[in-house]
């Protein structure tokens, strides 16, 4: 016989207003959470960023002990102007930058023996070469293409493509289209720059940094001749104070501490394309000559940051200044 009190018993559930507190309270929980997730792959993105800083500077290392020097910014073979390295429109040789050189202290032998380095880096027989990327020259905090183009002055059309990277060196003060052989920190036109011309001392100068894709490109291969480095369409910073003048593409390897418009330190709101840039929070990364890695805050003061990018500059920095 049926239970005639059945139909009077409660059922079990929730009340419209029980589920909607559970719903808000899921959404305090993963609104609480999300960042400190969002902040832990940042730390772990920053600290591979590190890594591969380290491999550069222990590449670079064992280059100079290869060759009692470290390699040069970029070779190139270029006409005299009365000066002693020339102007950068006499650029006219192969044009393979310092992380190339390096490959082989990387781990990357096979790459290198595809690249013939007696042609320009855009020659046809090195486009399987020039178009690769190599891991240890990505920041995984950036998001870069496959390949980045090389464009023309007038900015009308792509001349080259090649290969993407993340880290530039450090060229010294000044603009590099000044004069691209006479920079007066580590890397610059056909340098050949050894321990002994580091009078300011390895760990005080700075060997390369990071430059992120939403600035401008950067490449790992070299100086495309007759290329222009512009600003990336995904530009940042906000503000029309960005100079998104071209800069010949020899930026896209190499790197100065502009002196105009701050002077420019390290994300600096007056960014040009040529700087140094990075995603992650509050500075970038940075590998010095003597092959430590620090990171060095957006707030450093510009004059210890001036003296970090001399080779030979005869400052003294204190410990504390960045």
Same mark, same amino acid.
């Given at each position: 016989?049926?239970?005639?009190?059945?139909?009077?018993?409660?059922?079990?559930?929730?009340?419209?207003?029980?589920?909607?507190?559970?719903?808000?309270?899921i959404?305090?929980?993963?609104a609480?959470?999300?960042?400190?997730?969002q902040?832990?792959?940042?730390?772990?993105?920053?600290?591979?960023?590190?890594?591969?800083?380290?491999?550069?500077?222990?590449?670079?290392?064992?280059?100079?002990?290869?060759?009692?020097?470290?390699?040069?910014?970029?070779?190139?073979?270029?006409?005299?102007?009365?000066?002693?390295?020339?102007?950068?429109?006499?650029?006219?040789?192969?044009?393979?930058?310092?992380?190339?050189?390096?490959?082989?202290?990387?781990?990357?032998?096979?790459?290198?023996?595809a690249?013939?380095?007696?042609?320009?880096?855009?020659?046809?027989?090195?486009?399987?070469?020039?178009?690769?990327?190599?891991?240890?020259?990505?920041?995984?905090?950036?998001?870069?293409?496959?390949?980045v183009?090389?464009?023309?002055?007038?900015?009308?059309?792509?001349?080259?493509?090649?290969?993407?990277?993340?880290?530039?060196g450090?060229?010294?003060? =000044?603009?590099?289209?000044? &004069?691209? $052989?006479? #920079?007066?920190?580590? @890397?610059?036109? %056909? /340098?050949?720059?050894?321990?002994?011309?580091?009078?300011?001392?390895?760990s005080?100068?700075?060997?390369?940094?990071?430059?992120?894709?939403?600035?401008?490109?950067?490449?790992?291969?070299?100086?495309?001749i007759?290329?222009?480095?512009?600003?990336?369409?995904?530009?940042?910073?906000?503000?029309d104070?960005?100079?998104?003048?071209?800069?010949?593409?020899?930026?896209?390897?190499?790197?100065?501490?502009?002196?105009?418009?701050?002077?420019?330190?390290?994300?600096?709101?007056?960014?040009?394309?040529?700087?140094?840039?990075?995603?992650?929070? =509050?500075?970038?990364?940075? &590998?010095? $000559?003597? #092959?430590?890695?620090? @990171?060095?805050? %957006? /707030?450093?003061?510009?004059?210890?940051?001036?003296?970090?990018?001399?080779?030979?500059?005869g400052?003294?920095?204190?410990?504390?200044?960045?």
């Open positions: 016989m049926k239970d005639q009190n059945t139909s009077s018993r409660p059922t079990a559930g929730f009340t419209l207003i029980e589920l909607l507190v559970v719903i808000a309270i959404a305090v929980l993963i609480l959470l999300l960042p400190a997730v902040a832990a792959r940042e730390a772990a993105r920053r600290a591979q960023c590190v890594n591969n800083l380290k491999q550069i500077g222990l590449g670079l290392h064992n280059y100079s002990d290869s060759h009692n020097v470290f390699p040069p910014g970029y070779t190139s073979y270029y006409k005299k102007d009365g000066g002693d390295a020339g102007t950068a429109e006499d650029d006219i040789g192969q044009g393979w930058g310092w992380a190339s050189l390096i490959l082989p202290h990387i781990e990357q032998r096979p790459l290198y023996d690249i013939n380095f007696n042609l320009t880096m855009t020659f046809p027989a090195n486009y399987t070469a020039q178009l690769l990327r190599v891991g240890s020259y990505l920041c995984p905090s950036d998001v870069t293409l496959e390949t183009p090389v464009r023309n002055e007038a900015n009308t059309e792509t001349v080259y493509t090649v290969g993407s990277g993340n880290y530039v450090m060229y010294g003060r =000044g603009e590099i289209g000044a &004069a691209p $052989g006479r #920079g007066d920190g580590m @890397f610059f036109r %056909n /340098s050949r720059i050894g321990f002994a011309a580091i009078t300011d001392g390895t005080n100068t700075i060997a390369v940094g990071e430059r992120s894709h939403n600035l401008s490109y950067v490449t790992w291969t070299g100086r495309a007759g290329g222009w480095l512009f600003k990336t369409s995904s530009f940042e910073g906000g503000a104070q960005f100079a998104v003048d071209p800069e010949e593409s020899f930026t896209m390897i190499l790197g100065p501490v502009g002196m105009e418009n701050g002077p420019r330190t390290p994300n600096h709101p007056e960014a040009h394309v040529e700087d140094y840039w990075s995603r992650h929070p =509050g500075g970038v990364n940075f &590998a010095f $000559g003597d #092959g430590s890695v620090r @990171f060095i805050k %957006n /707030s450093i003061n510009p004059t210890p940051w001036q003296a970090l990018a001399t080779r030979a500059g400052e003294v920095i204190s410990s504390d200044a960045y």
